[in-house]
């Protein structure tokens, strides 16, 4: 679910303070530094382009595109193994700064309601989906009242 909800927002996220689109091909190499969840160097981000017909240049080229929006940055330039690079932020990050900038101007309990609404009603959506989608918000619900909790007491205090 959230896989294509990123894909969704795509075609309406802008990043950044130059507001600059991101191409399916950045998005692509994106979640590739999500799921990795470290640094990756370009021969591994071209062999974890499975299923992709791109060559070294090609990801050459995404790569010093997505430097350029600031979307990823180098964390080591060792002569052994070449340049590594990392995503700047997390994919939460990324969907949140989309769901902001797709909705201008409006409330964030306006964003939040919308965004649930959205997909609530996607085609598609199972009991199971509803119970994570509940679960998610008991959470954060506890994390809530702990919070409130803790506010409480350093005001008597």
Request: hydrophobic residues 35%; charged residues 30%; contains cysteine.
């Amino acid at each position: 679910m959230i896989r294509s909800f990123g894909f969704f927002l795509l075609g309406g996220c802008l990043m950044g303070d130059y507001k600059m689109q991101v191409s399916h091909n950045e998005y692509f190499i994106m979640e590739l530094f999500w799921k990795e969840d470290r640094p990756l160097t370009r021969a591994e981000i071209l062999k974890g382009t499975v299923g992709r017909s791109w060559n070294p240049a090609s990801v050459h080229l995404i790569i010093n595109n997505m430097l350029s929006k600031n979307l990823i940055k180098i964390t080591d330039e060792s002569k052994k193994y070449g340049r590594t690079y990392e995503s700047i932020m997390t994919q939460d990050e990324y969907l949140r700064q989309c769901i902001d900038e797709s909705l201008p101007g409006k409330t964030k309990q306006y964003k939040l309601m919308s965004i649930v609404m959205a997909l609530v009603n996607m085609e598609g959506i199972t009991e199971e989906d509803i119970r994570k989608l509940e679960a998610m918000l008991e959470e954060k619900r506890e994390e809530l009242s702990k919070n409130t909790s803790k506010r409480k007491k350093k005001q008597v205090i």
